[in-house]
């Protein structure tokens, strides 16, 4: 599979393109089954986006700043959603709701996420501090407070039972709740983002020093780097896509780009009309792919899909 | 006759009734007791005690007639100074103050001040006084004859001896009819009138009368602050004495014919108006014309008078009499001041003499030379004043060392700069200081800003060295530096104590203050100092990631988030372990803290390690073991790698959830007394749910999940081959490892998470079938990649390939794996049994899970 995938020619084009008028995408994931997605952006809103119609489903508004973060839970009953407001605020996906809002960290929140049973929001924040959240229970303390990292931590991920954190310390922390360990991976540049690989084998870092570093999860080994962005300044994130054959990585210089995991070449470069900072986002099932440049957002598909044939899957 | 006799008497006034008999009865004079004094509303006025007692109030009771009422709240909002009544005359009647009252009001000179002359009564009463004898001193009467006071001034009784009355002029008498001269001839006379030859020689006949009364002329010294010749109202203007005479005051302006005068009156004229002839206020009938006279008849006849009379002639230009104006001005003369000489100095010079200067070592409160001399001598005389003696002086004669006295600036100085000489070693163990020590010493890089032994400054030297001894890792010989009269157990507190003291007052040294140079060392030539690199950042710029990059260290992620997790506590009994690293872990460390913590362990407890303490609960619980000298050095090894990789977790789950957990009864509890039914019915759906999952698990294949998994292996076994071929051993070794923590083959149905991922296809598709769409597309994609792989192994194939790999991760892998496992294990036959709450929730969930996802299916 892999070595085919390798000989395909790789191709996408675009499918929509969506444009939040009202300010700059801040981020955007993919639900759980790549049906909608989400963005959080300047204007202080997250919104609910159905990509492969192109419409807006709903907005949540409530953050104090803009909203930096947002992820849906497994349920896609809830959004968790992080601002610069250094709240974190769990949202009811029908009504609009905030359920419950999370003021316990001291900076702007960096990271959120759910864990596979949704039944914690993870926080990283830029206090040095990442959180566990309860949503079921009315507390509003944290469950627990993770370590004290070097410097702000960039982003939160749970696979099953790890948490993983980023950190701008230049350091990856691997929280292993089924062993009670804590490892950490010293990475040297400042992680702007740490993600786990589709499989959870493996750790992709994106650091500031325009380098994506994959690492074995579980000795810490580096397996390969990516290199050909430019990531200095900003949150260039970077992710795997379904089956890891893929890393979609963004640029600051308006690109979105795409290696092969194994040899580490870029595949593709797509090239945005906004020179200015990309990110993308992978889809969970297929070889979708989401980039937000500025106030527009856009999805990527593989030419031979019929936009009609979106429309059956839902 | 009667008639007649009736008509010869004159009668005045109203004759009295005739008297009749039976009235005379009553005449009866009345008795003493019925001889009641009242008051002028004809009450009595003297009641009981012997009728000494004041009437008051109505008839001697309090309040009034309605009997007593207590004062009402009246709002003094309104009437904010309302004075309330305070004096003893406020609560008296009238009667009382008036005359005949116990308080009268009116000034009435007592029987001794009335004139002795006037007082016919007195004299009378002298007079018999005198013929009796009575006279209790014989002649009294005659001394206080002498002492009378003077009524009236010696002048006013000569003038009375000689005729004077008061009211009357002085002088020789005069006739009606010495008028003056002019004024006889111009009088015209109307009307009938006496001849004036014949008037003449009638009144020159022998009446005469006493001349008028000459006003006095007084100079009134000017008082007031009106301005000249103005006199405001005035009482005897209503009189009408002095304005009738003097006219009017001031006159302001002459327009045409009309004087506009202002008076000794209020204003209240306009500027336009006339004002009316002030008929009522002249009494005089001065004020009157009886004369035809001219305007300027009179001017001429009132002008002179008017110079005369009125003192304050208002300055009219150069023409004051007797003056002129000075036709020199007068410039006032200012002097240079003196120069000063060039040899002056402006320097205050101290005289020893004077009293007030202190000496410039001393205090406010140290007795002055001049007082202590006096007070020397005084103390030969008197013996020793103790209280005279300053502190110092009372020390010296007690033989204690003076202490050295510190000034508060050089206090402050002491904080930034340590003179390099307090450290000065001083007793023979200090030779065990190693040079380099010293030479840090004085050095700029070692320099302790803060001194937190400085009341002790025997400990504080002995901190400040055992801070060299801890830099050279010799700290262990803090103990020769102690004094050797010191217990055992104090030398180790004290040691303790130093190490905390030290952990807590550390100068930045590490990352943070290797950034900062202070602006006094700046040195364009020195070079910075350069950043202390880490291994670890070391090995990852040189791109040796793995075990030289990684730090594993334990974690204690409490019960709730393990709950949350579904994951089994990790730590279970590691509560105290736990509450031990969180005691305070937001608090900022604080000395006092620090020190109280401090001295609570015994000498044989601090040697205790530390990492006993923070790694473990069980050393926590067993007694505190002694540890040799040996074993201690590991120990500190020990700490020195694992403390870095523990700080971190300072900050856990806060210790209340877990209180929480133990304080509330287990749902079990609740469900066996509460809810029977609902427990049936829950696990009914329970089992009903899981069993077409487990049943979808068996019979469709694994998902993109699985292959997703493999694919990514195999990605990642390719790459390692290219990259580095010498790990092949290793990477299978990582391989079945791998494969015992992720999900590999049958195994993987039985994982949590395949189950999890099996729940959200399910849930996908329940999504599915609830929607509008058809899925027919949708399901060929999914189930293609499926194929690929082939079907599952059967379920006897799974259980094998678990014992082995059981095997192997208990050969290969550490203790926690081991425990994974089983722990897999059991949560599985817990799940079976379906008693862990922890299960029924998570079920619950998935219910309102999938209700949702039903819910939202609908909506889209």
Redesign the interface.
Known sequence: MPTESESEEFKVECKHTLNCKNGAFRSVAWNVDGNYCLTSASDKSVMLWNPHKGKLLQSYVGHGSEALVARSSGDNGSIASGGADRTVILWDVATAAPLKRWREHAGKINGVCFNELSSVVISASADATGAAWDTRSKSKSAIITFGKFGDSATSAVVDEAEVLFGCLDGKVWRFDLRNGKQITDTIGAPVVDAEFSSDSQCVLVSTMDNCIRLFDKVDGKLLAEYVGHVAKDFHVRAMTNFDDSLIVGGSENGKLLFWRTVSSNVVLTLDHPEVSLVNGCAHPKENKFLSIARNVLRLWGSPEDDPDSEENIE | MSESEEEDFVMYGTPLDPIEEDDLKRKKPTSVEDQIVTDEQGRRRFHGAFTGGFSAGFYNSVGTRDGWSPATFTSSRQKRNATMPRGAEHYMDDEDVGEFGFAPKGIIATDTFISRLDSAKLLAAKRRKMEAGTEVIPGASFLEDMITPVKDSKGVVLLRQMGWKPGQGVGPRVSKDTPEEGEEEERKVYGCHIPEEFRKTMEKSEITFAPDDAPAWILVPKKDLFGLGYSGLQRGNVLGLEASVSGPKLVMAEKGNRRVKITGQAFGVGAFEEEDEDIYGTEDLTKYDFELKSNVEKQKSRDPKDREINPYKKYEGDDVPGFVLSRVVITPKIYKPPPIPDSYRPKYRLYPSCKGIREPNSSRWDIKPVERAKEETQNVKVGLNRHSLSSRERGALLGEEAAPRKELNEQILSLGQEPVEDVTPASTALALLPTKAESKFSGSTFRPKIRPFSRDLEKQKRYEQYLVLRQNNQADQLKSLQPSNMLDADRAQEQAMFERAATVYEPLNSGIMSRFVSSGTTDATKPLPEIEI?P??K???M?M???L??????????D???K????????PDSKEAQSLQETKPKTRLNLADILGEISVPSSSQVEVSQDSLKSSDKTRTSPPRLVSPVEKKVDVAKITVEDH?L????????EM?AEEDIQRPSIDLFRAIFDEDSEDESEKVTVASQEPDEMKSRTTPPK?HD???S??????F???N??KTNEDS?NSR?DA??SS??NAGILANLD??SL?EKW?TN??AL?KKF?L??KS??EVKISAPVD?YGPSLPPLASAQVDDELTRESSKKSSD??DS?VS?LRSGRKKMKKHKHHKKHS?KK?KKK?RK??K??SS??
């Not at chain 2, 694919?711 to 990642?716: F, I, L």
């Open positions: 880490q670890d950042v090995a990852a710029n791109k990631y793995g075990k990059t990684r730090i594993v260290a334990e974690w204690f992620p409490g709730l988030l393990c949350r997790f579904n994951v089994k506590n990790p730590h990789s700080i971190p977790e300072a900050c856990e789950e806060p959830i993109n292959d997703r998994n694919g990514v292996k195999s990605a990642m390719s790459s390692r290219i990259s290793r990582d490892s791998r923590t992720g949590l998470k999890e959200k849930t996908e999504f929607s769409e058809k597309q949708k690929t926690s794996e994974r722990e998570h969930d899970e949702k996802s819910r939202r909506d889209t």
